[in-house]
């Protein structure tokens, strides 16, 4: 049996940010090996449809609520995971004030009712808090080359900014806190035109449209399939003791913009060549985790490869897509 599967049951578990991508694959885990969850999302960016099949489930319970806002719970608490956040560029550049309130706010508040319900805590932190990096790969003593007013400032900076919070109270001994410094996630229920690199050369390749290359293309990035992030974000808030340091999750493989588009080219018969656009402002050039602390400390590493990854999510998307057609005939 399964190690994590026998540790959750019992537990009372938060998680903020359920209702989105890699929250609602979250929730299923956790419930899976005998948590309760208790999901608390203002759907800024998440679906109902990623956690309706839940609703049912005994353990499961839904708050609506924006952690900008202080959060009571009646009850035990034994865990929260904040993964309250949009993630995708065009989405938390949409409001960058609440996007920054959020991860420092947000955090503050949970961290808050952690303390006050001797909760482990663990943050979603991100690769971003690297910037645009000097260092290849990415180990975790990096600090990052952020550029602290441009626009994705409000995402990485507040997400150092969570990461400093987390830290100071772990110090002060009031709250047992982890950071998990994620790296790119695909996987199904990501959303269809959150401008994420993945889910939009799926849907523009299901379209009949050509992908979108910003730049060169040149460019390259790691990507973690959802199901292996899940069991590194789990193992993490698991471990005894506290590593007191920040963990990478992601898988080291690493491609270029180029290389991606052309798998999702041979995968998807329907796709239609490639149109390059501008660079966006700070895009990072070069991103790969190093994740020797994950697997020294959590035995972890991914074991889904990308084009296996692929299928799954092509699949999902394509469900959606033919269903929408559908519709769309009717
Ligand atoms: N997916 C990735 O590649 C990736 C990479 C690095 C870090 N992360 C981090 O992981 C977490 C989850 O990312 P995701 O890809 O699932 O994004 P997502 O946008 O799908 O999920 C974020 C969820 O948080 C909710 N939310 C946002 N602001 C909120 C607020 N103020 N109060 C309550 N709920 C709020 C949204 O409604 C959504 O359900 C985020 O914190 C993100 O920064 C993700």
């Not at 730049?215 to 990035?221: A, I, K, S």
């Not at 501008?278 to 790969?288: A, E, I, K, T, V």
Request: aromatic share 6%.
């Amino acid at each position: 049996m399964d190690v994590l599967n026998t540790k959750g049951r019992g537990k009372r578990v938060l998680v903020a940010g359920g209702a989105g991508f890699v929250g609602s694959h979250l929730c299923d885990a956790l419930l899976a090996e005998g948590c309760s969850v208790v999901c608390v999302d203002s759907f800024l960016t998440g679906a109902h449809a990623n956690i309706a099949p839940l609703e049912n489930h005994p353990g499961f319970q839904l708050i609506r609520h924006d952690i900008c806002e202080p959060l009571q719970l009646k009850g035990p608490l034994d865990e929260i995971y904040n993964l309250a956040c949009a993630a995708s560029p065009p989405r938390y550049q949409a409001d960058p004030v609440h996007t920054m309130m959020t991860s420092v706010v947000g955090t503050r508040n949970l961290l808050s009712l952690a303390e006050r319900h001797g909760a482990r805590f663990l943050l979603a932190s991100t690769s971003e808090v690297y910037g645009d990096p000097e260092v290849h790969p990415q180990p975790e003593h990096y600090r990052g080359n952020v550029n602290c007013t441009g626009p994705r400032a409000c995402y990485d900076e507040g997400k150092r900014a969570a990461e400093a919070l987390c830290f100071d109270l772990l110090r002060l001994n009031r709250v047992d806190t982890r950071v998990a410094r994620i790296f790119n996630t695909y996987g199904p229920r990501m959303q269809a035109d959150d401008g994420r690199i993945i889910s939009n050369f799926i849907n523009q390749a299901l379209r009949g449209e050509p992908l979108t290359v910003y730049g060169t293309g040149e460019q390259t990035r790691s990507f973690c399939y959802v199901s292996d992030l899940v069991t590194g974000l789990i193992a993490l808030m698991r471990l005894d003791p506290n590593p007191k340091t920040p963990v990478n999750l992601g898988n080291p493989g690493e491609f270029t913009i180029n290389e991606l588009a052309a798998i999702v080219q041979e995968m998807i018969p329907e796709a239609k060549g490639k149109i390059h656009r501008p660079l966006p402002q700070d895009d990072p050039q070069r991103r790969r985790p190093d994740i020797t602390r994950a697997k020294a400390l959590l035995g972890w590493e991914p074991k889904i490869a990308l084009r296996e990854g692929l299928e799954d999510t092509i699949s999902w998307f394509r469900l959606g897509y033919e269903a929408e057609q559908r519709i769309t005939a009717a």
